[in-house]
């Protein structure tokens, strides 16, 4: 469903500036907001993963990546990380490429074993710009280690002995949210 949000130019641009080292707060991207109301028709947008994970770092007071290590990735015993300096196997990573000029290049994560420099300036302050760790798809992880995560979707949110979402989260979000 169309939540008010939108990819555009001035997401693009706040994309740039947010990985340039000085992350603008959340709130500047006023012009990524649409004035449809949400639900009144569908629009994919990368941005509303931006302001979900910006709202898990407000009332936690944790860095979405740490949020979500210490709450899904350590419970499922998973290798998990949205930020690539932080993986311990870094010379396993597979690298992301685009087919340009006439020849496979690699477009992210290409280190050659060599760990990363953190994409999260050291000073960054939970709940300003939960898009430094690209909750909308940055997260790296073995297929091995998101099927932990998916037997435990597939569990009503529970793996082993414990939970790691409420039922009733899980049930919403197997409600069809846009049906043509």
Same mark, same amino acid.
């Given at each position: 469903?169309?939540? *008010?949000?939108?990819?555009?130019?001035?997401?693009? !641009?706040? @994309?740039?500036?947010?990985? #340039?080292? $000085?992350?603008?707060? /959340?709130?500047?991207?006023?012009?990524?907001?649409?004035?449809?109301?949400?639900?009144?028709?569908?629009?994919?947008?990368?941005?509303?993963?931006?302001?979900?994970?910006?709202?898990?770092?407000?009332?936690?007071?944790?860095?979405? *990546?740490?949020?979500?290590?210490?709450?899904?990735? !350590?419970? @499922?015993?998973?290798?998990? #990380?949205? $930020?690539?300096?932080? /993986?311990?196997?870094?010379?396993?990573?597979?690298?992301?490429?685009?087919?340009?000029?006439?020849?496979?290049?690699?477009?992210?994560?290409?280190?050659?074993?060599?760990?990363?420099?953190?994409?999260?300036?050291?000073?960054?302050?939970?709940?300003?710009?939960?898009?430094?760790?690209?909750?909308?798809?940055?997260?790296?992880? #073995?297929?091995?280690?998101?099927?932990?995560?998916?037997?435990?979707?597939?569990?009503?949110?529970?793996?082993?002995?414990?939970?790691?979402?409420?039922?009733?989260?899980?049930?919403?979000?197997?409600?069809?949210?846009?049906?043509?």
């Amino acid at each position: 469903r169309v939540s *008010g949000l939108k990819d555009n130019q001035a997401y693009a !641009d706040f @994309l740039s500036r947010t990985f #340039s080292g $000085a992350p603008p707060a /959340l709130s500047s991207l006023r012009p990524g907001f649409t004035r449809r109301a949400p639900g009144k028709g569908f629009s994919y947008s990368n941005l509303g993963y931006g302001l979900i994970g910006t709202l898990v770092e407000k009332p936690s007071g944790d860095r979405f *990546g740490d949020y979500a290590k210490r709450h899904i990735f !350590d419970p @499922l015993g998973m290798k998990a #990380s949205f $930020a690539a300096a932080d /993986l311990p196997d870094i010379e396993r990573l597979a690298a992301l490429y685009l087919w340009k000029r006439g020849a496979w290049r690699a477009q992210a994560d290409d280190f050659r074993g060599r760990r990363p420099k953190s994409l999260v300036p050291p000073r960054y302050k939970p709940g300003h710009n939960g898009i430094v760790y690209a909750p909308h798809g940055g997260i790296r992880v #073995s297929v091995l280690d998101l099927s932990k995560l998916l037997r435990a979707l597939m569990a009503n949110g529970t793996h082993g002995k414990g939970r790691i979402l409420k039922e009733k989260t899980v049930r919403l979000m197997r409600e069809p949210q846009w049906v043509v």
